[in-house]
């Protein structure tokens, strides 16, 4: 036992991992308690209902059982279990929410590349920095592929690897192949442009 566990924990982690009836109910106890933090937390999403709330709750309680011993006590166990539950909820429909973002709508963003680095914030202030954003645009436009496109801008909406890899219907490994070959290939135009890492660096420094 942790030093560091409150008394009221300790009910909980004997009763979980327990057997027979004693388990069954305090699996019941924490579900029930599961699915009404996750109602209350999620009640202004509209596209949640009940039934999801439920296989949220299901799901979390299946992560934190087989996590019972990663438990150290900083908080309550309620506590830390509802946290898991939110963590596992709004990870699953950020998931979705990618899973049915439009492969064309995101080769469209892809498209746009180019011409939006044309129409920065703030406009280049060295003729090096001019120089080196035609460029760019120029490689982006004529040396990536559509997809290769498409991920950069999905990178620069921050969105996470498993989401774009989703989204470009590709596994996580596939999408960092799409992306390391889109910087070589950039890196290799600008340098038979005559630019050097040296220069970027030089002209970008604040």
Known sequence: MLPSLVQDDLPWLQSLRATGDAQASAVRTLRALLVRALASALRHRAEVDASQVEDFAQDALLHILRRLDDF????KFTTWAIAIAIDTAMSQLRRRHWQNISLDALMAQGAELAPL???TAEPPDTEDQRR?????????SRHLTDRQRAAIAGQLQGLSVEELASALRTTPGGLYK????ARRALKKHLLASGITASQIRTAFAP
């Open 72 to 75: 150290e006590g900083r908080s």
């Open 117 to 119: 680095l044309h129409s």
């Open 132 to 140: 080196l954003l035609s460029l760019l645009r120029d490689s982006i």
């Open 178 to 181: 799409l992306i390391h070959d």
